[in-house]
Each structure stands twice: as structure tokens, then as C-alpha cells.
């Protein structure tokens, strides 16, 4: 610090370089209080000619004294003036410093930390004090026993010694052990989930298909067993199975399998050739992973995958709601029947023997898996009339079929009391049942007929009531809101309607009459659209371009109703011209 204050205190002049008043700069004149600094000329030597008197030597003395006192005041107040400089300008320096000082040091958090350790130090300091205190008072104590008791306090030193001996033992053998249990809160770690990359999907893909393959070769070998694929193998293991059954050996046997399955996978890993499985494996070859994919493959790989895990989710929930729907008295008639079963086995429980329940489990299940199911698979219709199990699966239903169940059911009640209510009001007795069933008929926006402003005649055929959900391609229109529309196509007796499902009036539906049709065919627009692109394209005189209905999941059955009704309106009218 005293260097820093010597470089910074010689950072400007030297006090003996300083100039004199006469030369002295004016900046330091505001700075200085209330001193006025008196500015003296200089006389040159025709002015001092000019002092001296002409009476004698003397008046030459007595001026050169003069100017002399003038000169040493001149000099002291050039003096103070610069002391006065210096020091503020060390002021100014030190002000400087100080304040670097402290941005580095950061004296603040350095204050905090010393006060924090004086803490610690006096803490410290009080334990220390208390234990010597503590020490203090025991010595004593033991310094009281006479000589007799000499021989008592060396066994106590020795029971001490032996009690550490034995907790120190203690806590290096069992202290890891006790470490474990100590209780510490839960961490909660987010996984990072990897981008979606093509290349990282077909891998995923082939280890789910190589993890799977152990399981689903399991399931062939079992349901080889039960269709009795190999007549000599199903024969020697229904012997072996009941045999073991009747004698009380079933686990023992199935303990005895696996240890004999992991021998083999033992040899099979060290490089032994061994093939036991009663479904011959059939090696599928497999495809080298492609390095550069282009778009459109990578689309349809995610396609491909997206499909694949669509079926798959669905049949996990249809076994699981089929599951929950059984439990929980969605089908009575059903669930009564395993009510009754687990009431029936609750009190065999408490009255037989366990020996005799197992038995006949076993028996059963080895009956029912191979002879039992070998004629149902055999005889379907043996199974869908006797097989108990198979037909409770069955009729178990889903979600979504309650939901079409209890749609079906609204919209019935709805018909009927619509029904009701139109028969008891006025109506015309010319009115055939097919006419008035189409009047009630509705869309999500209202009346049929109303909609498509149709005669009320005009109503969806039956294959079509709920319309198919597509997607109009209009290449005429160059807007994008005007070239692509999604709603749901209709067939009726005379016309092909479109009902447009962001439209709230109707302009943006489309009716087409099925005699000015031109032609119909087939077409696909883009594979990545529902339906896998699957279209439908009508020409028109009044349309450039086909009118194309995509995006069709259910393409051949709409082209098939709409090709037979256009060749059953052509060739009526035909008929008729005729």
C-alpha cells in the first residue's frame, strides 16, 4: 500500500520543479479557500534604473531591500500554492485507488466472512472452555478414591479400552451398512429427451424386434404344444405334465424346466450349436441400415412406425378396458358369472385341502390347454357355443363400442319420438314412410335438405348416413383457403354433396348432380395423408380440373356406392330418353 501511495504521490511535479507565482498555473485558484494569490510583475532593468534615486547610494539600497521582501513573500505564497495542489491532487489519486481497491476486493463480503469466522472462533472457543471445565471437575474426582481402589480404576481403564475396542469394530464392519440407512431426500432427475432422428428409430425398432423374439418364440412353442404341431412332443408332455400333477410335482418340474432352459442358453453362449424348440426358427435377413435417407423415406419410415404403434396401443387398450369394463359391471350377465366362480372357490378354500385344490386346478388346465383347445381351435363353432372363457372375452365390450352402443341408442329414441310426434300432428297421407323417415334426417349444421338447399326428398343413402370424412382438392382455386377443404361426402339418390366443415354458411359446400358427372376414377394424392392418400377424382363440364375428394379412408367403399349409383341414375335416364 505505501508503495502504491509513493508511485501515486510522484506522479506529477517535483516540489522543488514547481514554478514560481509569476509562472505558476491559475487552475488551483477556485481550490485554494479564501487565499488570494497576489501576482507580482517583474521589474526589469530599465525599470530598475528608473528606481534608482539620484540623491545618492542609499535610496539604491533601501529599494533593493524592498524588492527583496517582495520576493520572499512572492516565494512563500508559491510555496503553499503548490503544497496545496500536490495535496489535493494525492487526494484525488488516493480517492481513486481506493475506490479500484474496493471494487476488487469486494470488502463487503470480506467484512461478512470475518464476522462470520470471529463467530465460529468464539463457538469453538466456548466448547473448548466447556471441556476442559468438564475434564477439570472429573480429575478431581478420581484423584478422591484411596489405594484400594487403585485396582478397581485399572479395570474400569480396561473395560474402557475394550468398550472402544468394540465400537471401533463395530463401525468398520457394520458402518457402511448403517450409512445406507440413513434417510436423505429423493432427487428429482428429469430425463433428456433425444430429438427425433430416422436412424435412431430403426435401431429402436430392431432391438424392441430383438428383445421380443425370446417371449414370442416362448408363445410359438406353447401354442405348437396345444395344436399339437408335433404329435410324439405334445404326447410325451401331456404324460409328463400329468404325471407330475397326480404325484404333486408340478413346481418341482416347472424349477427343474428353467434351470434347464438356463443350461442351455449357457451353452449356446459359449458357442454350442443347440436348436430345442418345437416351431422350427426361421432366420429373417437382415437389412443393412441405410446412411442418407431422403424425405420421403424418412416420412414414411415414421409412417411405418407410427402405424405399427398404433395397432399395437390399440390392442393394449382394448385388453385393458376389457379388463376394467369386467370389473366393474359394465356387461352384469357377465360379470355375475366370475362373482358366482369366486364365491364358489372362496368357500373350497376354507373346507377342502389345498392338496386337492391344486390337483384339480392342475388337472383342468392340463385337460382345457391340450385337448380342450386343440377341438375348440379345431370346431369354431364347438368354441363360440361351450367355450365359457372364450366367449366372456368376447363379449366383454370397449370403450369406444359402448360409446357407439349408447349413440345408437339415443339416436333410436330420437327417431321414434320424432316418429311419434310427427304422426300425431297434421301430415299429408300421400307421404310415403321413406319420405318422412328423410325429413328428419340432420347434419352437424341442421337439416339435410336445408343445408345443401334440396328438395326434401333428397336424403343420405344407407351406406352413407354419417357421410366419409375427406378433404376437397379444388385445382381451380389458386387460394389456399379455397383450394383445400375438410369436410364429409355424401351420396344420395340423385346428387354427391360435400359439406364443409369450417364453413358456417353454405357457400362453401359442394353439390355435385350425378348426371353431370363425366368421370369418376381413382387417385392418390400424397401417401402421408389419413387413408394413405387415397382419393377419389370427378370430372365435371364445369370444372377445368377434377374436383379430387382425399384423404378417404374408406376410398373403395365410397367409390363403389358412388360408381353404382351414377350407373344406376346414366342408365335411367338413358331409359327414360329412350
Not at 142 to 156: C, H, I, L, R, W
Request: contains cysteine.
Amino acid at each position: 500500500m505505501l508503495k502504491k501511495l509513493d508511485k501515486i504521490r510522484f506522479r506529477g511535479h517535483k516540489r522543488d520543479e514547481f514554478l514560481d507565482l509569476a509562472e505558476s498555473p491559475n487552475a488551483s485558484d477556485t481550490e485554494c479557500g479564501d487565499e488570494i494569490p497576489v501576482k507580482i510583475p517583474r521589474t526589469s532593468t530599465r525599470d530598475n534604473e528608473e528606481l534608482r534615486d539620484p540623491a545618492g547610494p542609499g535610496t539604491i539600497i533601501m529599494a533593493s531591500g524592498v524588492q527583496d521582501f517582495n520576493r520572499t513573500e512572492s516565494d512563500r505564497l508559491n510555496e503553499i500554492k503548490g503544497h496545496l495542489e500536490i495535496a489535493l491532487l494525492e487526494k484525488h489519486f488516493l480517492q481513486e485507488e481506493l475506490r479500484k481497491l474496493r471494487e476488487e476486493t469486494n470488502a463487503e463480503t470480506l467484512r461478512q466472512e470475518l464476522e462470520k469466522e470471529r463467530q465460529r472462533r468464539l463457538e469453538l472457543e466456548q466448547k473448548v472452555n466447556e471441556v476442559l471445565k468438564a475434564r477439570t471437575e472429573e480429575v478431581p474426582a478420581t484423584q478422591q478414591p484411596a489405594k484400594p481402589q487403585m485396582q478397581a480404576n485399572g479395570t474400569d481403564k480396561r473395560s474402557h479400552t475394550v468398550c472402544s475396542r468394540l465400537q471401533k469394530w463395530f463401525c468398520d464392519k457394520f458402518g457402511e451398512y448403517v450409512e445406507d440407512f440413513r434417510f436423505q431426500p429423493e432427487e428429482n432427475t428429469v430425463e433428456t429427451e433425444e430429438p427425433l432422428s430416422a436412424r435412431r428409430l430403426t435401431e429402436n425398432m430392431r432391438r424392441l424386434k430383438r428383445g421380443a423374439k425370446p417371449v414370442t418364440n416362448f408363445v410359438k412353442n406353447l401354442s405348437a404344444l396345444s395344436d399339437w404341431y408335433s404329435i410324439y412332443t405334445s404326447a410325451i408332455a401331456f404324460i409328463i405334465y400329468m404325471n407330475a400333477v397326480w404325484h404333486g410335482w408340478a413346481i418341482p418340474m416347472f424349477l427343474f424346466l428353467a434351470i434347464l432352459r438356463l443350461s442351455l442358453n449357457y451353452l449356446i453362449a459359449r458357442g454350442w450349436r443347440i436348436q430345442w424348440s418345437i416351431v422350427p426358427e426361421v432366420s429373417e435377413p437382415m437389412e443393412p441400415p441405410k446412411e442418407d435417407l431422403t424425405v420421403s423415406e424418412k416420412f414414411q419410415l415414421v409412417l411405418d412406425v407410427a402405424q405399427k404403434a398404433q395397432n399395437l396401443f390399440g390392442k393394449m387398450a382394448d385388453i385393458l378396458e376389457k379388463i376394467k369394463n369386467l370389473f366393474m359391471w359394465v356387461q352384469p350377465e357377465i360379470t355375475q358369472k366370475l362373482y358366482i366362480t369366486l364365491w364358489a372357490a372362496f368357500i373350497a378354500s376354507c373346507f377342502l385341502p389345498y392338496r386337492i385344490i391344486g390337483l384339480a386346478m392342475g388337472l383342468y388346465a392340463g385337460i382345457k390347454f391340450f385337448l380342450i383347445d386343440f377341438i375348440f381351435k379345431r370346431c369354431p363353432r364347438l368354441r363360440a357355443k361351450y367355450d365359457t372363457p372364450y366367449i366372456i372375452w368376447t363379449s366383454l365390450p370397449t370403450d369406444p363400442q359402448l360409446k357407439e352402443r349408447s349413440n345408437a341408442t339415443v339416436s333410436r329414441r330420437l327417431q321414434t319420438a320424432a316418429s311419434r310426434s310427427y304422426v300425431g300432428s297434421s301430415a299429408p297421407t300421400g307421404i310415403s314412410k321413406d319420405e318422412d323417415t328423410s325429413r328428419f334426417h340432420t347434419t352437424k349444421r341442421g337439416n339435410f335438405h336445408e343445408v345443401f338447399n334440396l328438395s326434401e326428398n333428397e336424403r343420405p343413402l344407407a351406406v352413407c348416413e354419417n357421410g366419409w370424412r375427406c378433404c376437397l382438392i379444388n385445382r381451380d382455386r389458386k387460394m389456399p383457403t379455397d383450394y383445400i377443404r375438410n369436410g364429409v361426402l355424401y351420396v344420395t339418390e340423385n346428387y354427391l354433396c360435400f359439406e364443409s366443415s369450417k364453413s358456417g354458411s353454405s357457400k362453401r359446400n359442394k353439390v355435385i348432380k350425378l348426371t353431370d358427372i363425366t368421370d369418376i376414377q381413382k387417385y392418390k394424392v400424397l401417401s402421408v395423408l389419413p387413408g394413405s392418400g387415397m382419393g377419389i377424382a370427378v370430372s365435371t363440364p364445369s370444372t377445368q380440373k377434377p374436383l379430387v375428394f382425399g384423404a378417404m379412408v374408406h376410398r373403395d367403399e365410397a367409390f363403389e356406392t358412388i360408381f353404382n349409383q351414377y350407373v344406376k341414375i346414366t342408365s335411367a335416364s338413358s331409359s327414360s330418353e329412350s
